[in-house]
C-alpha cells in the first residue's frame, strides 16, 4: 500500500474519523489468479504473474486499500511447508499441504522450522526482494510481516479434528506443539522486518480460534497469539478469524489486535459490543453469496442494509466479512465502493 494510504489506515484505526469512508479488502490467491485471467498454478509459480496481476488490481481499483498488499504467499501451504508438509497443488484450486502427525504426541518430536531457509519461506521473502524496487517505483511499501495463526498451522499438520480432541485430552502435548509453531512464527516475523525495515504491521490468520470454546480460547490461543502480536514493535496488530468470532473477540484487545476482520455471520454491532470501543473493525458484507453471487444491485442492497445498521462512522473499514473470494467481479467492487461512498 502507498505510505498515505498506510497513514489513513492507522488514523483510521486509532479512531480518527476518516473524512470520506474508508473501503479496504483482503485479498490473495482465491480471489486474485481468477479475476486476472490466469491459473493459480500461474499465480504462483511466476514472479512476473504476480506482480502484475496484483498491480492490475490496485490500479483498477486505485481508491481501495488491499490488505496486507503484494501479499506473498502460498496458500495455507507457506507455513506448513517449513515443517517438512508435502505440498499438493491443482491449476485452478488452491494448494493442499497434507498433515506430518497422526497423533497429539508426536509434538515432543517436532522441531523449529529455520524461516530463512526451510519449506517455501525463502521464495516468499525472494520474491518481494525481486520486486520490491517496482512495488516502490508504483508508490507502494512492503507494510505487514504475515503468518498464519498458530492453531491454523497445527490443524495442517495433524488435522482439525485431531487438534481438537488434543485440547481436550492431552493438554502438555498440546502446549508443546502450540509452543514450537509459536516460537517458529515469532523468527519467521522478526524474519520478514529485517529483510523489509519498510514493516510496521502485523497481519495474523487463524479461523481455528473459532473452533473453539471460551476455556481453550483463554488457553490455548490468547497467550500465543499475543505473543506473536508482541514480537514487533508494531503500529497495527491485524487480526482475521472468519469462522465463529463471538468466542475470541471479548480477548482481542488482550490478545493486541488493533484491527479485526470476521464472519458474515455476526453483526458489527455485535462485535463492536463484545470487542469494545477501542478495536477497529473491518467487514462485513457476505463475501460469497452477496459479495461474488450477487448482482450490483443486490451488492448496492446489501450494502445499505449493513452500513444503516451499525450506524457508526468511527475506527471501522468497509470491507467483507472475510478475504476477497473467488468469482467476485469489477462492477460488484465498484458498485459496494459506490455505495460506501454514498452514504457511508
Known sequence: MTNDQWE????????KTPEKPV????IDSPWIPGWAGVSTLQFYSSEEIWFQTNKKVIETFPDIIFLPGFWSEFGMCTEPSAFGAKMVWNSY?????DRIMTDISEAANLKIPNPKTDGLLPFVIQRLVN???PIQDMGHEIKFAIARGPLNIASFLMGTTELMMGFMMDPENSHRLLETITQFSINWIQHQKEMFPSIEGILVLDDIVGFIGDDECQEYAVPYIKRIFDSLDSKLNFFHNDAQGLVSTPYLKKMGVDLFNFSFEHSMKEIRELAGPEIALIGNLPPRDVLAAGTPETVREETRKMVQEFGDKNRVIWSCGGGMPPDVTTEN??????TIDEIA
Open 333 to 338: 467492487i465498484l458498485a459496494f465502493k459506490e
Open 93 to 97: 484450486n488452491l494448494p493442499h499441504a
Open 131 to 133: 520486486y520490491q524496487k
Open 23 to 26: 473501503t479496504g479488502f483482503i
Open 8 to 15: 489513513l489506515l492507522l488514523a483510521t484505526v486509532r479512531g
